[in-house]
């Protein structure tokens, strides 16, 4: 199989999230993709297949298949731009969630945007909440309480931290043993810690020790959620925020949300795709 590999949400040449994307006639056996992502190393590989005129898709991680996945939609958007032409391209997820990605290339650049399933949000009980505060090193009194903790979703499920320091956010640390153990004992996809510089500006880590990786650099599945997520709040986000992610591990990288007012739509996120 041929693997494509992509850095989705660059900053301009440099940063991005690296995935990877295999476009094949049919899905290769389970344990063929999910040994083919761990080899990749990558935090999320796509594979994708074209039937009755949408695109099938599923990611891997190099531990375990996630339900959704931002950054390899955005990068599959770009590659099927470049293979197909500038067009939106309908997706259907694999437990038959439906999402679409619109990609775009003039030149040598490339952008995609991607259009999540709607989005979900609910409280996160005390409990939890505690053993993942104790994870971090973190308290109560550490958290921006503006923007409650909550599980949110957006075809993947994560658990959202807003902190009300930039300097705790740039020191975060945790053990990654116990934190795999905490996040899939609920199911997670990552911890999305946040911290607003203003209402419509954020800095972003994410945690997805469930998938193997210690930090993923740009989660666009993750933005998705949290914009559904400010919508349902009534945050003053003033219809777009951007996210930016990355920075502290040296891997720059800017997310564009777009999250409109209709409760029921799904989340646009975009970003400018680089090829390594």
Same mark, same amino acid.
């Given at each position: 199989?041929?693997?494509?590999?992509?850095?989705?949400?660059?900053?301009?040449?440099?940063?991005?999230?690296?995935?990877?994307?295999?476009?094949?006639?049919?899905?290769?056996?389970?344990?063929?993709?999910?040994?083919?992502?761990?080899?990749?190393?990558?935090?999320?590989?796509?594979?994708?297949?074209?039937?009755?005129?949408?695109?099938?898709? #599923?990611?891997?991680?190099?531990?375990?298949?996630?339900?959704?996945?931002?950054?390899?939609?955005?990068?599959?958007?770009?590659?099927?731009?470049?293979?197909?032409?500038?067009?939106?391209?309908?997706?259907?997820? #694999?437990?038959?969630?439906?999402?679409?990605?619109?990609?775009?290339?003039?030149?040598?650049?490339?952008?995609?945007?991607?259009?999540?399933?709607?989005?979900?949000?609910?409280?996160?009980?005390?409990?939890?909440?505690?053993?993942?505060?104790?994870?971090?090193?973190?308290?109560?009194?550490?958290?921006?309480?503006?923007?409650?903790?909550?599980?949110?979703?957006?075809?993947?499920?994560?658990?959202?931290?807003?902190?009300?320091?930039?300097?705790?956010?740039?020191?975060?640390?945790?053990?990654?043993?116990?934190?795999?153990?905490?996040?899939?004992?609920?199911?997670?996809?990552?911890?999305?810690?946040?911290?607003?510089?203003?209402?419509?500006?954020?800095?972003? #880590?994410?945690?997805?020790?469930?998938?193997?990786?210690?930090?993923?650099?740009?989660?666009?599945?993750?933005?998705?959620?949290?914009?559904?997520?400010?919508?349902?709040?009534?945050?003053?986000?003033?219809?777009?925020?951007?996210?930016?992610?990355?920075?502290?591990?040296?891997?720059?990288? #800017?997310?564009?949300?777009?999250?409109?007012?209709?409760?029921?739509?799904?989340?646009?996120?975009?970003?400018?795709?680089?090829?390594?």
């Amino acid at each position: 199989m041929s693997i494509e590999r992509l850095a989705a949400f660059s900053d301009g040449a440099r940063g991005g999230n690296p995935a990877g994307v295999v476009i094949a006639d049919s899905f290769p056996d389970d344990r063929v993709m999910q040994n083919l992502a761990a080899e990749v190393g990558y935090s999320e590989t796509v594979f994708a297949v074209l039937r009755d005129g949408e695109w099938s898709v #599923r990611y891997f991680a190099p531990a375990m298949e996630v339900p959704f996945c931002g950054h390899a939609t955005v990068a599959l958007g770009a590659v099927l731009a470049e293979r197909l032409g500038d067009s939106s391209f309908p997706l259907r997820l #694999r437990k038959g969630g439906r999402a679409s990605v619109e990609g775009c290339v003039c030149g040598d650049i490339a952008s995609a945007t991607l259009r999540s399933p709607p989005p979900t949000s609910r409280p996160v009980p005390l409990s939890y909440l505690s053993e993942c505060l104790e994870l971090f090193g973190w308290s109560m009194a550490d958290l921006d309480l503006r923007l409650p903790p909550a599980f949110i979703n957006a075809g993947a499920d994560h658990l959202l931290l807003a902190l009300d320091n930039r300097r705790l956010l740039s020191e975060m640390r945790y053990d990654q043993k116990a934190g795999k153990t905490l996040m899939n004992a609920v199911g997670l996809a990552t911890i999305s810690v946040v911290f607003a510089e203003s209402p419509t500006y954020f800095h972003a #880590r994410n945690p997805f020790a469930s998938g193997g990786v210690y930090e993923d650099p740009a989660t666009g599945a993750a933005a998705a959620a949290f914009g559904g997520y400010l919508r349902k709040i009534a945050w003053p986000h003033g219809g777009s925020i951007t996210i930016v992610q990355g920075e502290d591990m040296g891997v720059p990288c #800017r997310l564009f949300v777009d999250i409109g007012d209709d409760a029921q739509a799904g989340i646009l996120v975009g970003g400018s795709v680089r090829r390594l």
